[in-house]
């Protein structure tokens, strides 16, 4: 996690939004929707290791959007292969302390 | 950290930029509605022309942007086509022809990234299109004119390795009229070809190939050949390596040396010089079986391909091994080649020789052909998984040996034949479940059994150290691309010749020998090497000397520590030596000021893009779902 904003990032943000504008509320939505959707996912493997067409199922989340979230998770560790399930991959959560 | 001074480079009355989307035949168009995206770009700040074409890769495409750049003062060019591997070299060359710097031009990619990838959403796909021009534009609004760097070349080749594929690149080196270092590391030229005997397609004795390679080498003054010699040392880049050879340096071990570097000095002295270029010519070993391997060590009638060969050089009225007649001979394919994991125990390092060695099919149908009709009472048994006879001509053994009634056995990779003292008191049986006659076990006895023994890549770790070269899971050295740059390695300036990055036969030898002089020789025809401009570049105004990117530049003497000054103590800052940086990016992550940038990169290009990728273009908004 990033540490704290020191008084120089402050300054840094301020000059940035001075020059680029507020963030467009398009963008704001996007962001808002993606954490929702991570949110969820990830609130789903905490009960179990799913596969992505499971995931899909339990919530509601189109499945290439699914298989998109995991491959972000999966590239900066967030979660892993589990057992093959047939066809298809289980994930589950890395612990935070692994 | 943000600066608050940095301004889009442009004129005062700001950029005037030029927009080209390509239909590309419909390839773009059947998904993406490029009137749109034009409307759209036609609206964005700067924009001066916007323009459709069918192939703008065309001649009239691209004479088109020539023109408008003359005609309407343009000084930035946007085309939105295919991928830039395909063209982006083709509209910047265009862009040049109008008179502008062939960098103030940006490409972006419609096809592979846009229509290729959402058939399905052609709403989605137009969105995308808008913002991706728009990202460009932005990048292009920070664009500065740039020039390729240009770089005094030593007009010089060092070539590694006195074999066949060495004297060829060092006698077509310096037929161009190229000077060359032809370094050899045992006492003679030749290497494994002057030991084959004679090879195939055409029977012609190896050594006499290499006699004719030597004497063209010997004959030309511009060789100047070293043998007992070796590379000590490297720096520089393309067009100025520096390099230190060793001479009178005796091999450590083995019958060429074990390339390890712990050679004697002694009577050793050392040379330096100056070369543009590169060819590593260092050659194969053939695969030393381990003891016990189908026998071998531990039955004296259990020999090498190679030591086969040798004892076939010497007329005999029969055939002998050992003081004795040899009436029954096995050759046996894929030693220490296509190995197994699990089922082949690993070599030293772990791993198995999972590649085709490609050679020694044809190479044993070769010899067991020679014996056929030299002993025609003498009975040969061909044990194999596959026959690999791909080359020209080489199928012609196969059929040859056929006909001449040679017994062909064929075992499964996971089920290979075991080799055993034979009973009877005859020297060998070989038991193998031959799948030619559906799985039948055949015990068969021999007098004698060939070890089929494929290549291993000479052992140059030395070399592999002070060049950086990259090595494949085979350990041999790999190129950039199989197809598309098949001689060159990593490091420009370096490139490849013959069997040190692959399994080859003599042909392919020579052809990559060939090949690697051609590309040595287009870089050393030039007076100077040119190099893409996309490298680093320090502010030295902005640099607190705080050496956070001396530890992540990747590339040894691409970032250079020079004395500076910051708020009156002394620092060390950092200055780019643009020859040796590639451009990876890493310094300019970790740079608290912003004062390292890439050129043609910069942060502030990046910003500009982000902005332009987010921006709200009225129709074309974006949704959760297709901005993924």
């Known amino acids: 996690m990033p540490g704290k904003l020191t008084a120089a990032h402050r300054q840094a943000l301020k000059l940035f939004r001075e020059r680029h504008g507020n963030v467009p509320e398009a963008v704001k939505l996007y962001a808002k929707e993606f954490r929702q959707r991570r949110k969820?996912?990830?609130?789903?493997?905490?009960?179990?290791?799913?596969?992505?067409?499971?995931l899909a199922a339990k919530t509601s989340i189109p499945a290439d959007q699914v298989l998109w979230?995991?491959?972000?998770?999966?590239?900066?560790?967030?979660?892993?292969?589990?057992?093959?399930?047939?066809?298809?991959?289980?994930?589950?959560?890395?612990?935070k302390s692994e | 950290m943000i600066k608050a001074d940095s301004q889009p480079r442009s004129g005062a009355e700001g950029p005037r930029i030029g927009v080209y989307v390509c239909r590309c035949g419909g390839n773009i168009s059947d998904v993406v509605d490029v009137d749109a995206v034009i409307a759209a770009v036609k609206g964005m700040a700067g924009v001066i022309t916007a323009k459709i074409d069918t192939?703008?890769?065309?001649?009239?495409?691209?004479?088109?942007?020539?023109?408008?750049?003359?005609?309407?003062?343009?000084?930035?060019?946007?085309?939105?086509?295919?991928?830039?591997?395909?063209?982006e070299l083709t509209f910047r060359t265009a862009v040049q022809r109008g008179g502008l710097n062939p960098y103030l031009y940006e490409h972006v990619n419609l096809r592979e990234q846009d229509s290729w990838a959402h058939p399905h959403d052609p709403a989605g796909a137009t969105a995308k299109a808008v913002r991706l021009i728009?990202?460009?534009?932005?990048?292009?609004?920070y664009a500065e004119p740039l020039e390729r760097?240009?770089?005094?070349?030593?007009r010089q080749a060092l070539v590694i390795g006195g074999g066949i594929a060495g004297?060829?690149?060092?006698?077509?080196?310096?037929?161009?009229?190229?000077?060359?270092?032809?370094?050899?590391?045992?006492?003679?030229?030749?290497g494994w070809v002057a030991k084959l005997g004679k090879t195939f397609p055409r029977e012609i004795e190896g050594a006499a190939l290499v006699k004719e390679l030597v004497a063209e080498v010997e004959g030309?003054?511009?060789?100047?050949?070293?043998?007992r010699a070796r590379l000590v040392a490297a720096s520089g880049f393309i067009g100025n390596f520096d390099v230190r050879i060793a001479l009178n340096s005796l091999p450590a071990s083995g019958p060429n040396g074990d390339g390890t570097g712990s050679a004697s000095t002694a009577g050793e002295k050392q040379i330096s010089a100056s070369v543009g270029a590169i060819i590593i010519a260092t050659g194969f070993e053939p695969y030393a079986p381990a003891k016990g391997e189908y026998g071998f060590g531990e039955h004296a009638a259990v020999v090498t391909l190679p030591e086969f060969v040798r004892q076939m050089a010497h007329p005999a009225g029969e055939l002998r091994w050992n003081g004795k007649p040899v009436r029954n001979v096995g050759f046996l394919h894929c030693v220490g080649s296509r190995q197994i994991e699990g089922v082949h125990p690993p070599q030293s390092d772990g791993k198995v020789n999972d590649y085709c060695s490609r050679t020694c099919c044809t190479a044993i149908l070769q010899q067991a052909l020679a014996v056929k009709q030299r002993f025609p009472r003498v009975n040969v048994f061909d044990f194999h998984q596959d026959i690999r006879t791909y080359g020209r001509g080489h199928e012609d053994y196969y059929t040859r040996s056929s006909a001449a009634g040679i017994v062909f056995l064929r075992f499964h990779g996971d089920e290979l034949p075991v080799v055993e003292a034979g009973r009877n008191g005859g020297p060998l049986t070989v038991r193998v479940k031959d799948w030619l006659t559906f799985g039948e076990e055949v015990d068969v006895p021999l007098d004698l059994l060939v070890l089929g023994t494929g290549m291993v890549p000479h052992p140059i770790r030395d070399l592999i150290d002070l060049l950086k070269l990259p090595v494949g899971a085979d350990r041999f050295l790999q190129e950039v691309h199989p197809k598309l740059r098949p001689v060159e390695v990593a490091v420009n300036g370096v490139l490849l010749a013959g069997t040190a990055q692959a399994p080859m036969n003599i042909e392919e030898t020579l052809s990559a020998a060939s090949a690697a002089a051609s590309k040595a020789a287009i870089l050393l025809t030039r007076e100077m090497v040119e190099l893409d401009p996309f490298v680093a570049e320090v502010n030295a105004a902005e640099c607190i000397g705080c050496e956070r990117c001396f530890p992540e530049c990747a590339y040894t003497g691409a970032l250079i520590a020079e004395p500076g000054e910051f708020n009156g103590a002394p620092v060390q800052k950092a200055r780019v030596n643009p020859g040796l940086c590639v451009g990876c990016g890493a310094c300019v992550a970790v740079c608290p000021t912003r004062a390292i940038d890439l050129k043609g990169w910069t942060l502030e290009q990046f910003d500009a893009m982000v902005d332009g990728l987010v921006a709200t273009v009225p129709g074309h908004e974006l949704s959760a779902e297709e901005a993924n």
Request: proline share 5%; hydrophobic share 45%.
């Open chain 1, 40 to 54: 969820r996912i990830t609130e789903a493997l905490q009960e179990a290791p799913a596969t992505v067409p499971e």
């Open chain 1, 69 to 95: 979230h995991i491959a972000g998770m999966r590239k900066y560790g967030e979660v892993r292969e589990a057992a093959a399930d047939g066809d298809y991959m289980k994930y589950e959560l890395v612990k």
């Open chain 2, 55 to 87: 192939f703008m890769c065309s001649d009239p495409g691209q004479a088109m942007i020539a023109e408008d750049i003359r005609n309407q003062a343009l000084d930035r060019i946007v085309v939105a086509s295919c991928s830039p591997f395909l063209h």
């Open chain 2, 134 to 141: 728009a990202a460009a534009i932005g990048k292009l609004r």
């Open chain 2, 149 to 154: 760097i240009r770089i005094s070349n030593h």
């Open chain 2, 167 to 190: 004297l060829k690149a060092a006698a077509e080196l310096a037929g161009k009229g190229i000077p060359v270092l032809l370094l050899e590391q045992s006492e003679k030229l030749g």
């Open chain 2, 220 to 227: 030309n003054p511009l060789v100047r050949i070293f043998t």
